[in-house]
């Protein structure tokens, strides 16, 4: 691989670095020695331009504390790292390809969960780290936005991650019609799904009760429910052991559970009516192919005569 | 315990529709990393429960992360009562572990028969040396032990304390037998065997005197004896196991000595004899331990058919009538010429040992060649 050595600024704006504090100033130029920024030929001027541009995007309204609680948290030896590749830089490249390639495959292969995806996701996303020409012929990179708050391998696995939902349902809206054909599904109509409406006084209730939860709580109700993560997923995503998720869900849905009958009941609703809106089993939530496969199986098993006579004749 | 159906919760919290641009993928890698300041995390937060594509890319791309250590599983909360008497039972478990630690090497140092048990036991692991490695200055000590008492002190199985030096021949000697427990500790831990002798004898009874320096000299009158016969014999007679030697009657001022060697204290442990075998590609190879074999460096071009073991000689031969010889049990090896009358297409197939003298062999078409001579001259 062949990469122009000649620096070129990035395409993402940069601020002014007067656009900070001086103490943000400092403390920016203060990380500068252990940067490794002067390994890959960036001058303090570039270093103090791109980290300021870092926190001014991310706390430029923030107070001086947060600026500099950012400034401190940020990944600054990678995002040197990421500024150089992008700059065209043979050293940078020869760094991230040791410390990052092999960990770029693995990771598109957990996520494609084959070789074949994970290599092309992963070659495809590559070829956006290196750089396509833009309308104007310069080569623009995609490391040019990485800013440095989470480390380099997970950022690449965020963004591989993302290229690869894109891509599974951009294949999901490709349908083939001759298998459609020769599975008759191309001429069936698609089933009419059920809208069963919820019971008023129990969505505003769950409404409210929702409303009042933290973002955190609702993020494990949504991930739990609506995605159906497994309680070792919601762990690793919060930085908990899996049985603490475990009771903090047992506790969230009791705690929901509660306030809900409580509203109920403050709307003028019996105990007896309260549990019957929020009865588990509940015919409505079966789904019509379920209801129907069901029917269809009771009439055949009742099809048959009850009883025989003793030659064998349907009474 | 009671829930909200989760049909109707699937419902409701899909019915919540993030608002505003989504987070890009650096806040959600600091996300995913813990990165984020409070007000950040919050706002992220905010979007994930209600942007189901976000939170998808969390999700993968978290589960696609290396294996992490599993966070330890938070201990439920105390009372203080509980706290404050485990802290007291730690210091205190600690604080007995100490003491122990103290007395034990307190009684290590004013009583030896610890560290004797412990040269026994190492004694007995440690694999064998064929050479006596009696000093000379023992030697010279034990033949310089005047035989005048001296004015105290007697001689019976408690004899003085040994230093470790001393206790570890010792335990070399008499494995079987350890000795009983000394009363006063060593002044010198570089004594010898022959400094313990002439102080036992100098500390034995003036009955006794005489006696204990008359059989230390048999002792070592034995031993040189021992070593000289030896020497002399050749080594392919020599017996398999280097523990049969000299007999010495024990000695009441070597009651820790029982042996049967007056330089017992360094008779090895008897070595665990080799096993041999012939590989599939007809390659000798050698076992010491149970499963290891390892290929024996003898000719690389011979092709192995049969191998024989008689004591510590070792006979194979294969191919072309090669015949190897080996009298140490395999560490040395030397090609043994047959007869140039002997039809070298053939291979030797079978290897009759009836003595360390005479060997007997036959090759495939049925002609045998026998030496009397340990394979000097053959017929």
């Known amino acids: 691989m062949s990469i122009a050595s000649e620096p070129r600024t990035p395409d993402v704006p940069l601020p002014a670095p007067a656009a900070l504090a001086t103490p943000v100033s400092k403390a920016i130029a203060a990380r500068f020695p252990d940067s490794g920024a002067s390994r890959y030929g960036i001058f303090p001027e570039q270093f103090l331009q791109f980290v300021t541009a870092v926190v001014t995007k991310y706390a430029a309204d923030s107070p001086e504390s947060d600026q500099l609680q950012l400034l401190e948290k940020l990944r600054i030896e990678e995002l040197v790292l990421a500024r150089a590749c992008s700059a065209g830089n043979d050293d940078a490249w020869t760094d991230f390809l040791t410390r990052f390639r092999a960990s770029l495959y693995e990771s598109a292969y957990r996520i494609a969960g084959n070789d074949a995806t994970g290599r092309e996701i992963a070659d495809e996303l590559y070829a956006d780290l290196y750089g396509l020409p833009n309308r104007d012929g310069r080569r623009v990179s995609k490391l040019d936005y990485y800013m440095g708050r989470g480390s380099l391998e997970g950022w690449l696995r965020t963004v591989l991650a993302q290229h690869h939902i894109d891509r599974c349902r951009s294949y999901a809206k490709t349908v083939s019609l001759e298998e459609q054909v020769e599975s008759g599904a191309g001429f069936s109509a698609p089933p009419e799904p059920i809208v069963v409406p919820p019971d ?7 409404s409210q009760t929702l409303d009042e939860l933290t973002a955190e709580d609702r993020f494990l109700l949504a991930s739990y429910y609506l995605d159906q993560r497994t309680l070792a997923q919601l762990a690793r995503a919060l930085h908990v052991h899996e049985s603490t998720m475990s009771r903090r869900l047992d506790r969230l849905t009791s705690h929901l559970h509660k306030r809900v009958v409580k509203r109920l009941r403050a709307s003028g609703l019996t105990a007896r009516q309260c549990d019957e809106l929020l009865t588990d089993t509940d015919v409505r939530d079966l789904s019509p192919g379920l209801s129907s496969d069901l029917t269809a199986k009771l009439r055949q098993e009742s099809s048959g005569p009850a009883f025989y006579n003793k030659d064998g004749s349907a009474s | 315990m009671k829930r909200i159906p989760p049909s109707t919760l699937r419902t409701h919290l899909a019915h919540n529709q993030a608002t505003g641009p989504h987070p890009d993928a650096d806040l959600l890698t600091a996300f995913a990393e813990d990165a984020l300041i409070d007000r950040e995390r919050t706002s992220v937060l905010t979007h994930l429960a209600a942007c189901p594509d976000c939170r998808a890319i ?34 205190a478990s600690l604080l007995v572990m100490a003491a122990s630690t103290i007395v034990f090497y307190r009684t290590l140092h004013t009583n030896p028969a610890p560290m004797q048990t412990a040269a026994t036991t190492a004694a007995q692991q440690r694999p064998a040396t064929p050479t006596p490695q009696i000093s000379a200055a023992t030697n010279a000590a034990l033949a310089a032990a005047p035989p005048a008492a001296p004015k105290h002190s007697r001689t019976t199985a408690h004899a003085p304390a040994a230093s470790p030096v001393l206790q570890t021949e010792e335990a070399r000697v008499g494995a079987a037998a350890p000795a ?39 002792q070592i009158t034995a031993y040189r004896s021992a070593m000289a016969e030896s020497k002399a014999a050749p080594r392919s007679s020599a017996p398999a196991s280097s523990t049969e030697s000299v007999q010495v009657a024990p000695s009441p001022a070597f009651g820790a000595l029982r042996t049967t060697h007056p330089d017992a204290g360094f008779i090895p442990a008897p070595t665990p004899r080799p096993r041999f075998r012939i590989n599939d590609r007809g390659r000798l190879e050698r076992s010491v331990q149970s499963s290891i074999w390892m290929p024996v460096p003898i000719a690389s071009d011979a092709h192995f058919r049969v191998v024989s073991i008689w004591g510590a000689d070792v006979w194979a031969g294969g191919d072309h009538l090669r015949l190897f010889h080996s009298a140490d049990n395999g560490l040395t090896w030397t090609e043994v010429q047959l007869p140039a009358t002997a039809d070298r297409t053939h291979a030797i197939v079978h290897i009759r040992v009836d003595s360390p003298q005479k060997i007997t062999l036959e090759d495939d078409t049925g002609a045998t060649w026998t030496t009397t001579d340990a394979g000097a001259t053959w017929q």
Request: charged share 10%.
């Open chain 1, 200 to 206: 008023p006084r129990l969505a505003a209730a769950l």
């Open chain 2, 58 to 91: 969390v999700h993968t791309a978290t589960a696609a992360a290396p294996e992490q250590e599993m966070l330890p599983e938070p201990l439920p909360a105390r009372p203080p009562l509980r706290n404050w008497f485990a802290s007291v039972a730690l210091v």
């Open chain 2, 180 to 218: 009983p427990p000394a009363p006063v500790a060593s002044a010198s831990s570089s004594v010898s065997l022959g400094d313990l002798s002439a102080q036992r004898a100098q500390n034995a009874p003036p009955a006794e005197q005489t006696q204990i320096h008359a059989q230390m000299q048999a």
